[in-house]
């Protein structure tokens, strides 16, 4: 089954940073642009970054100057470091193929992988 896989999520205190991992089951990551996204208890599922193989990335406004994607082919996996998180980012975070249209990120699959919870708490 042709998949993204998220990892890296956990909790951390107001302030505090994680690394999310993405990884492909099954294919190569390498030439697919890839996209993290969140979803909030109860709210839609949000694009928050979108890195192209070429090497540009774009991010949402509230992840600017805070979130940094990177990419490692040789390890298959695609990365989202993240700072100052605050308690409003809490969130099940998932890595998908994606695009950047119109200022929102945009998922390519209708059917998400599997996710990883990023908990902030004091």
């Known amino acids: 089954q042709l998949q993204f896989v998220a990892s890296g999520g956990g909790t951390v205190q107001p302030g505090g940073s994680l690394r999310l991992s993405c990884t492909a089951s099954g294919f190569t990551l390498e030439n697919f642009e890839v996209g993290w996204f969140r979803q909030a208890p109860g709210k839609d599922f949000e694009g928050v970054s979108v890195e192209h193989p070429e090497g540009w990335i774009y991010y949402v406004e509230a992840g600017k100057g805070r979130w940094t994607s990177t990419r490692d082919n040789a390890k298959n996996t695609v990365y989202l470091q993240m700072t100052a998180l605050n308690p409003e980012e809490p969130a099940v975070y998932y890595c998908?193929?994606?695009?950047?249209?119109?200022?929102?990120?945009?998922?390519?699959?209708?059917?998400w992988g599997q996710g990883t919870q990023v908990t902030v708490s004091s």
């Open positions: 998908s193929p994606a695009t950047a249209e119109g200022g929102r990120i945009m998922p390519k699959w209708k059917s």
